[in-house]
Nanobody, 120 residues
Framework: QVQLVESGGGLVQAGDSLRLSCAAS?????MGWFRQAPGKEREFVSA????????YASDSVKARFTISRDNAKNTAYLQMNSLEPEDTAVYYC????????????????WGQGTQVTVSS
């Protein structure tokens, strides 16, 4: 069982940036991020495979967020720029042994979540 540990969340103002990190205890083919706002379902944000193939949830996310990974460190990153109050959520790191994912059902491993709060 691979353990995922997120870090980097916090309270920022609209327009600020944050970088989330997710460290895996072992190799995962795909790593990525979901987020869950209060009263809403967990939604896909972005994923990246071992070879660097990237998926973003939407053009809006793609325009402001950048996912990357360091395979030597088994760590994925989510650089979030131009943050908006609508980005406020708990951000969960996700991992999958083989293949990639865009849905909750496609994930093999979950982190504990890190809170991102964007004030207006």
């Amino acid at each position: 069982q691979v353990q995922l540990v997120e870090s980097g969340g916090g309270l920022v103002q609209a327009g600020d940036s944050l970088r989330l990190s997710c460290a895996a205890s072992g190799r995962t083919f795909s790593m990525g991020w979901f987020r869950q706002a209060p009263g809403k379902e967990r939604e896909f944000v972005s994923a990246i495979t071992w070879s660097g193939s990237i998926t973003y949830a939407s053009d809006s996310v793609k325009a402001r967020f950048t996912i990357s990974r360091d395979n030597a460190k088994n760590t994925a990153y989510l650089q979030m720029n131009s943050l908006e109050p609508e980005d406020t959520a708990v951000y969960y790191c996700a991992g999958k042994r083989m293949g990639t994912f865009v849905t909750v059902a496609g994930v093999d491993y979950w982190g504990q979540g890190t809170q991102v709060t964007v004030s207006s």
